[in-house]
């Protein structure tokens, strides 16, 4: 078992990556960090239970957490797409597409994240890899391999912490979506100089939880737009602040678009006993107040399909009385 880990620490620090000095900087030595990013993504889904067996699907959820890991060091109007590292992976003798039912391998088709799912159904581990993966010592090594081979000293504390955040906010969102309030333990890495701060772990398993949930549509106005590569546009909010009740249950959380994320604050929207939307007769007084929202005044909320996620009757109500606008 030794040796073979010793081959695939070799294998992950001998990425094929482009190189380029025009488009990657000195945090990077210059090369193209997407292969790694896409690994160490992969890597965190299996300490947290998302990839339980040895097949990884270019999910949406993967993308995001590629897409997070880019955003550590790319400026945010530089375009990335997991489509290029899932493919081009396959020039690693660890990683095996697998085309999708009648079509057959073809080479330099990945476009978008879109175009690499109509082709794949996803890629396999080589059967001797996915158990070493599965150990936290093996899979801890292989990690520190990566971070350590491909970014400059200076960048991977952030892309360590960051690793934490992602596995940690995940334990904490299963544990919101399967027991009562767990907060995870801290310590799943071995390297003491990494520290994540509680409040953040707090947030995003939170927001993992009610995104889930909600399966990315906005509660009250019910868009849903996700893109293939990673982003969507719905955001999670607290009923009732958690500033106020400590509340992280998803029972005091809603999936909220931008615009009723941002009206739902101001006091402009609410949801009445029945989960219906409200609409602040502010909305129709203000002239410079989006007039479209009126379409929405007691249409029925959108709810997650089992009714003990839905929203606690007692926060909604202490929203329509402490937020929203009457007049
Ligand atoms: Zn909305």
């Not at 896409?38 to 270019?58: Q, T, Y």
């Not at 039912?101 to 996803?122: D, T």
């Amino acid at each position: 078992m030794c040796g073979r880990l010793d081959y695939f620490l070799n294998a992950f620090a001998t990425l094929r990556t482009d190189g380029s000095r025009k488009n990657w900087t000195g945090l990077t030595y210059h090369r193209s960090p997407y292969k790694p990013f896409l690994l160490l993504a992969v890597l965190d889904f299996i300490e947290s239970g998302i990839i339980a067996r040895n097949f990884i699907e270019p999910s949406f959820e993967l993308a995001q957490s590629f897409q997070n890991y880019c955003a550590l060091i790319l400026p945010p109007d530089r375009k990335a797409s997991m489509s290029y590292p899932f493919y081009h992976l396959e020039s690693a003798a660890f990683w095996e597409l697998k085309p999708q039912p009648g079509l057959q391998h073809q080479r330099g088709l990945a476009i978008s994240v879109k175009r690499l799912r109509q082709l794949y159904l996803g890629a396999q581990f080589s059967e001797d890899l996915f158990p070493l993966l599965q150990m936290p010592s093996s899979r801890e090594k292989l990690r520190t391999v990566l971070i350590d081979t491909y970014f400059a000293a200076e960048i991977r504390p952030t892309i360590r912490e960051y690793s934490i955040l992602n596995c940690q906010s995940t334990l904490y969102s299963t544990s919101l979506l399967t027991t009562q309030e767990l907060l995870p333990a801290f310590g799943l890495t071995n390297n003491p100089s990494a520290h994540v701060d509680l409040a953040r772990v707090r947030d995003q398993g939170f927001r993992k939880a009610v995104v889930k949930l909600y399966d990315h549509r906005c509660s009250l106005c019910g868009i849903k737009m996700l893109t293939p590569e990673g982003h969507t546009i719905v955001d999670a909010a607290h009923i009732k602040p958690w500033s106020l009740c400590h509340n992280d249950h998803p029972t005091n959380g809603i999936a909220l678009c931008k615009l009723c994320h941002w009206s739902y604050d101001k006091g402009l929207m609410s949801i009445d006993q029945n989960y219906h939307v409200m609409i602040s007769p502010a909305v129709k007084n203000d002239p410079n107040l989006p007039g479209h929202m009126l379409t929405l005044l007691d249409r029925p909320m959108f709810r997650p399909s089992e009714s003990r996620y839905w929203p606690d009757l007692d926060n909604l109500a202490w929203h329509r009385r402490e937020k929203f606008s009457k007049r």
